[in-house]
C-alpha cells in the first residue's frame, strides 16, 4: 500500500511502500468491500472497461507488478490525475493497494479518499477505563461515502474494472483520467433506451414496450436483436441505429435489464400522467386538434373520478 497527494497543478512526492496498523488496513478495506458491494449490485452498471490500453497496463502493475512495479504505477497514474485536476476538483489521497478480499481474492487498484470534514472528535477508552474526547482535524471519508475509486479483481475479465458508482458530472475526470470508461446503470440505461427508440423508430414503441418483458437481460446488441424477432418492423438496420445512439450517452448503454419496469410520462403545465409503458401505450393517445394544440385522451371503462389532497402552504 502506499499514497500520494494529488492536488491541480501539483506534483506530489515520489510514493513510498507503508506499513498499516490493523485499524488503517481495516479502514481501507471497508471501503474496498464498500465500493465492490456497490458495483455489483443488481440494479448497477456492467463493470467498466479500460478504454486506454496504457492505463490498463498501469493497473496490472499494481496488481500482480514487483514493488518498484507498483509504485511507479501509482506514481503515474497520480500524474494522470492531477493533470485532469482544475481548480472546481478537490485535493485529497491517493491510495495505491494490492490485498485479499475476505473470499482470499486478490484485489488492486487506487481509491481517492479527500477530507470529508475539517474538524471531528473522537472517544478513546485509556487503559484505566475511562473514556477520553479527543479532536480531530482532516476527517477523511467514511467507507460508504467514497466518491472515487477504480479497483480489478480475480473475478472480473481481462480489461475489465470496478469504479466507484457515486460520480456526478463534476467528478467524471476520474474516470476520464485513468483510461476507465464507465456505462449507465440498469434504471438509467432502460431510460436511455426507450428515450432514443421515440426518436429513432416512434411508431415501433408500443410494440417494443409490450415486448420487453418477454426478452431475457442481455447485452444490448443482443436485447435489440431479440426484440427483432417479436417485432420484424424493428429491422437490424434502425437497431444499429439505436445502439449508435446509445453509445453517444456519456455513461455508453452497454446492457439492458428488461426486468426494469419502465414508466411513461406526460407532464402538461403542473399535471403529470404517467405509469407502466405498456399500458399507457395502451391507454392513452396524443392527437393533434386540427386547431394546432395536442390533446392527451385516456381510454377507460370506468368513470373516472376525482380525488384531491392538500400539501404545504406555498
Known amino acids: 500500500m502506499t499514497y500520494t497527494r494529488v492536488a491541480a497543478g501539483e506534483a506530489g512526492k515520489p510514493p513510498q511502500l507503508h506499513q498499516l496498523d490493523a485499524a488503517t488496513a481495516e479502514f481501507l478495506l ?38 518498484t512495479q507498483f ?35 486478490i484485489i488492486a487498484g487506487v481509491l481517492k479518499l479527500q477530507t ?22 482532516g476527517m477523511l471519508e467514511r467507507p460508504g461515502d467514497l466518491e472515487k475509486g ?24 476520474f474516470p476520464a483520467a485513468l483510461g476507465i470508461r464507465r456505462f449507465a446503470a440498469a434504471a438509467p440505461a432502460a431510460k436511455a ?20 418483458p418477454s426478452i431475457e437481460p442481455d447485452h444490448t ?13 424493428l429491422t437490424p438496420q434502425l437497431q444499429e441505429q439505436i445502439v449508435e445512439v446509445l453509445e453517444t450517452y456519456p455513461e455508453p448503454v452497454a446492457w439492458l435489464d428488461t426486468r426494469r419496469k419502465v414508466k411513461e410520462t406526460y407532464t402538461v403545465g403542473g399535471i403529470t ?15 393533434q386538434t386540427p386547431e394546432g394544440p395536442w390533446q392527451l385522451m385516456l381510454d377507460c371503462t370506468d368513470e373516472p373520478v376525482p380525488s384531491h389532497s392538500a400539501s404545504a402552504v406555498r
Open 30 to 67: 471497508e471501503h474496498v468491500r464498500s465500493l465492490i458491494k456497490k458495483a455489483t449490485k443488481d440494479d448497477g452498471a456492467p463493470p467498466a472497461r479500460f478504454a486506454d490500453p496504457d492505463a490498463h497496463e498501469l493497473f496490472r502493475q499494481l496488481y500482480s507488478g514487483s514493488s
Open 221 to 233: 446488441r443482443e436485447v435489440l436483436a431479440r426484440l427483432g424477432d417479436q417485432v420484424p418492423e
Open 116 to 137: 470529508a470534514a475539517e474538524h471531528g472528535a473522537v472517544l478513546r477508552q485509556l487503559e484505566s477505563g475511562d473514556l477520553q474526547l479527543a479532536t480531530v482535524t
Open 193 to 212: 433506451f426507450f428515450d432514443t427508440a421515440q426518436k429513432v423508430a416512434p411508431a415501433l414503441v408500443p410494440q417494443i414496450a409490450r415486448a420487453w
Open 150 to 173: 477504480a479497483l480489478v479483481a480475480q473475478s472480473l475479465k481481462d480489461g475489465e474494472v470496478f469504479c466507484a458508482e457515486r460520480l456526478s458530472v463534476r467528478a467524471r475526470y
Open 273 to 287: 400522467l404517467s405509469g407502466p409503458i405498456e399500458e399507457m401505450r395502451r391507454q392513452v393517445s396524443r392527437v
Open 71 to 105: 509504485l511507479d504505477a501509482t506514481r503515474r497514474l497520480a500524474e494522470r490525475l492531477t493533470e485532469a485536476m482544475d481548480g472546481r476538483t478537490s485535493e485529497g489521497l491517493l491510495v495505491a493497494l494490492r490485498t485479499e478480499s475476505d473470499d482470499a481474492e
